[in-house]
């Protein structure tokens, strides 16, 4: 099993920045893939950043792209969601994801475990 804890949630202002961690532990030698999703309410789970676990391509969803940006830190089995310039509309609970698999997706169906979530809110 994997465990997955995000942090780094609050309220922001719209233009402000957050950053976003995910800390892995347990068998995270299993991980190949690492996704980052997003729910507002009354929506569903959304993609909003893929990566490779050992370090490669990005992916980002269009709503977010030049705004946000992923990184890791492999010593601390750690990833990042950086967020910069953010709006309203940004508001929701992100999570982040584990796929045992390669090859990206953007189906949250595809991915083995998740994080318990931390909200976002961005106020105008």
């Known amino acids: 099993q994997v465990q997955l804890v995000e942090s780094g949630g609050g309220l922001v202002q719209a233009g402000g920045s957050l950053r976003l961690s995910c800390a892995a532990s347990?068998?995270?030698?299993?991980?190949?893939?690492m996704g980052w999703f997003r729910q507002a309410p009354g929506k569903d789970r959304a993609f909003v950043a893929h990566m490779i676990w050992s370090g490669g391509s990005t992916y980002y969803a269009d709503s977010v792209k030049g705004r946000f940006t992923t990184a890791r830190d492999n010593a601390k089995n750690t990833v990042y969601l950086q967020m910069n310039s953010l709006k309203p509309e940004d508001t929701a609970v992100y999570y982040c994801?584990?796929?045992?698999?390669?090859?990206?997706?953007?189906?949250?169906?595809?991915?083995?475990?998740w994080g318990q979530g931390t909200q976002v809110t961005v106020s105008s």
């Open positions: 347990g068998r995270t030698f299993s991980v190949y893939t």
């Open positions: 994801a584990a796929r045992r698999r390669l090859g990206f997706t953007t189906s949250k169906d595809d991915y083995d475990y």
